[in-house]
C-alpha cells in the first residue's frame, strides 16, 4: 500500500463556508491527537510505524510532510526515496500513511495544528521507531 491524499472540498455561500471530505472514512480509527510545532524551523523528524497506520489533516495552517518506506527496520538503507506532501487547512484534505512508514512533519505556517488519527490505541502495541534528524540523506 503506498500513501496517498484523499482530496476534500470547500462551499461557500451568504451563510459561510463549510469544508469537507466526503471520501474520507474514519473506519478503523482508534484514537486521535494533535501536533503544533514550536515554529516553523523545527522539524519533527524521523517517526513512524511498522505496523500502525495514520491519517494527518491540517486543521489550520499547513504542513509538508516527507515519507520514507522502510526496507530493514533494524539499520534501514540511508539513501531511501523520500515522498513529499503538502497539507492545508483551506483544502480539508487527508494523507493516509499506510504500515512500513518513517515520517518528517514541518509547519509551514505560524500556529498550524495538525489533527492525526491513528489505528491503534496508545501503548496496545510497541510499534514506534524513531531515527535520528539527519539519519536520511535529502
Known amino acids: 500500500m503506498i500513501p496517498k491524499v484523499i482530496r476534500g ?7 459561510g463556508t463549510i469544508r469537507f471530505n466526503n471520501d474520507f472514512s ?3 480509527v482508534r484514537r486521535m491527537y494533535t501536533i503544533e510545532n514550536a515554529d516553523t524551523d523545527f ?3 524521523w517517526q513512524g510505524h511498522r505496523i500502525e497506520q495514520r ?3 491540517a486543521m489550520s495552517g499547513s504542513f ?31 494523507l493516509h ?6 515520517s518528517s512533519i ?3 505556517e505560524e500556529n498550524s ?26
Not at 120 to 138: S, V
Open 9 to 15: 472540498n470547500s462551499h461557500q455561500d451568504q451563510r
Open 26 to 28: 474514519p473506519a478503523g
Open 43 to 45: 522539524v519533527r523528524a
Open 55 to 57: 491519517w494527518f489533516s
Open 64 to 94: 509538508t510532510i516527507k515519507l520514507i518506506k522502510i526496507d530493514d527496520w533494524e539499520q534501514p538503507a540511508k539513501s531511501l526515496p523520500q515522498m513529499e506532501f503538502n497539507l492545508e487547512s483551506e483544502s480539508c484534505d487527508v
Open 97 to 102: 500513511v499506510p504500515k512500513g512508514f518513517v
Open 106 to 108: 514541518q509547519a509551514t
Open 113 to 138: 495544528k495538525l489533527l492525526v488519527f491513528a489505528d491503534y490505541q496508545l501503548g496496545e502495541i510497541q510499534d514506534e521507531y524513531r531515527f535520528p534528524d539527519d539519519y536520511f540523506k535529502l
